[in-house]
């Protein structure tokens, strides 16, 4: 009888160890992370994403012509206000939705500049979605390399949030402001 209750035991705490583990985002030796790419500023600098290990940071697809576009004075007051407790925020310039960002990396460096001062740092356009997917993107949108989800950027203005370590840990909706409170509490924490 010993035996008996002393295997089905281990059988329960078997079963309820592999319930916890599937549940939980993969984190196993191939999956990917932040640290990899190296992507290009606007003013056509590398910009090398290994250079922020240790940080939190947020990704955010942009554009000059939205309806959103007013969120750059949020990001800008964001980053401000966290950057010397580790947060970066990096903005990819995207033309994706409504053709609603067609201007050059330059224009864009100076529409940055001139509506929102804008000092966090800024990457050159790139394509968010579709087949010409910038690889970053590619990293985001799917779990196979995230190892946390697959999502779409369903417009201007998702936000990607990676953690210290350079995982994927929310994706947070276009509507949803850099202030609110999700989001200051991920920072906080």
Request: hydrophobic residues 35%.
């Amino acid at each position: 009888m010993k035996t008996a209750f002393t295997l089905l035991f281990c059988l329960i705490i078997t079963n309820s160890f592999w319930a916890q583990k599937k549940n939980q985002p993969s984190k196993n030796n191939s999956m990917q992370t932040i640290y990899q790419f190296k992507v290009t500023d606007l003013s056509g600098k590398t910009f090398d994403f290994s250079d922020l290990k240790g940080k939190k940071i947020m990704i955010v697809n942009t554009a000059s012509k939205c309806g959103l576009t007013p969120q750059y004075k949020d990001l800008e007051a964001l980053y401000k206000k966290y950057k010397s407790q580790g947060l970066v925020i990096v903005g990819f310039p995207a033309n994706n939705f409504g053709a609603q960002e067609p201007g050059t990396n330059a224009e864009i460096s100076q529409f940055c500049a001139l509506n929102y001062g804008v000092s966090f740092p800024m990457m050159a356009k790139i394509s968010v979605k579709g087949k010409d997917m910038h690889p970053i993107y590619q990293f985001l949108t799917q779990k196979e390399k995230n190892g946390y989800k697959d999502s779409e950027v369903e417009w201007n203005f998702q936000k990607y949030l990676i953690d210290e370590k350079g995982h994927l840990v929310q994706v947070v909706s276009p509507q949803t402001l850099p202030t609110d409170a999700e989001i200051l509490h991920w920072i906080q924490s």
